[in-house]
T-cell receptor, first 110, second 115 residues
Framework: LAKTTQPISMDSYEGQEVNITCSHN???????ITWYQQFPSQGPRFIIQ???TKVTNEVASLFIPADRKSSTLSLPRVSLSDTAVYYC???????????FGTGTRLQVFP | DAEITQSPRHKITETGRQVTLACHQT?????MFWYRQDLGHGLRLIHY???????NKGEVSDGYSVSRSNTEDLPLTLESAASSQTSVYFC??????????????FGPGTRLLVL
């Protein structure tokens, strides 16, 4: 199975930009990269998805290099409400199964 | 409004008992998934289904089974509960996609404790 790794935790202050990277060394060739956000006692919810280069929506940007072996979720000007765990989700090239990353716990301080 | 629900939200059972966790979605999604979430492991895929009568094993399927008799429901059964299956279980559903990985919509989770 693909190893999909993320930093365990990150700290930031309100108003700063936060970049969270996910390493996926065995990503399926035709699969997208998706990021989810999870608050305590809730299920994850979709943030953003991309295949290559850069994608931007109203809440985040996603940067994907040409080799697609990693991706970076960028949260501009975080607020306290962005404190959550963030997961990447990719397809594994060997098994075709979807694999969640290990998750990054983001703590935003005032 | 369309939604995905799980029941029960909390369950305590004893080792060796059979347990069934329910998942029901009203989006008419073809794809449904079961995950377990444990500290230090994130979300791990147990089983998934791409339509009625279709079921597939995920990363951690041993000790679990699912059946898909209609579009709306994918119950997860623990045949003989073990303490190692104490976890939080999430159900999710998504639309059938082309080449894109469709957005998964998650239920609120079921917290299971096996004594």
């Amino acid at each position: 199975l693909a190893k999909t790794t993320q930093p365990i935790s990150m700290d930031s202050y309100e108003g700063q930009e936060v970049n969270i990277t996910c390493s996926h060394n065995n990503i399926a060739t035709n699969d997208y990269i998706t990021w989810y956000q999870q608050f305590p006692s809730q299920g994850p919810r979709f943030i953003i998805q991309g295949y290559k280069t850069k994608v931007t929506n109203e809440v985040a940007s996603l940067f994907i290099p040409a080799d697609r072996k990693s991706s970076t979720l960028s949260l501009p000007r975080v607020s306290l409400s962005d404190t959550a765990v963030y997961y990447c989700l990719v397809g594994d090239r060997g098994t075709d199964k979807l694999i969640f990353g290990t998750g990054t716990r983001l703590q935003v301080f005032p | 409004d369309a939604e995905i629900t799980q029941s029960p939200r909390h369950k305590i059972t004893e080792t060796g008992r059979q347990v069934t966790l329910a998942c029901h979605q009203t989006w008419n999604h073809n794809n449904m998934f079961w995950y377990r979430q444990d500290l230090g492991h994130g979300l791990r895929l147990i089983h998934y289904s791409y339509g009625v009568q279709d079921t597939n094993k995920g990363e951690v399927s041993d000790g679990y089974s699912v059946s898909r008799s209609n579009t709306e429901d994918l119950p997860l059964t623990l045949e003989s509960a073990a303490s190692s299956q104490t976890s939080v279980y999430f159900c999710a559903s998504s639309n059938s996609g082309g080449t894109a990985q469709e957005t998964q919509y998650f239920g609120p989770g079921t917290r299971l404790l096996v004594l």
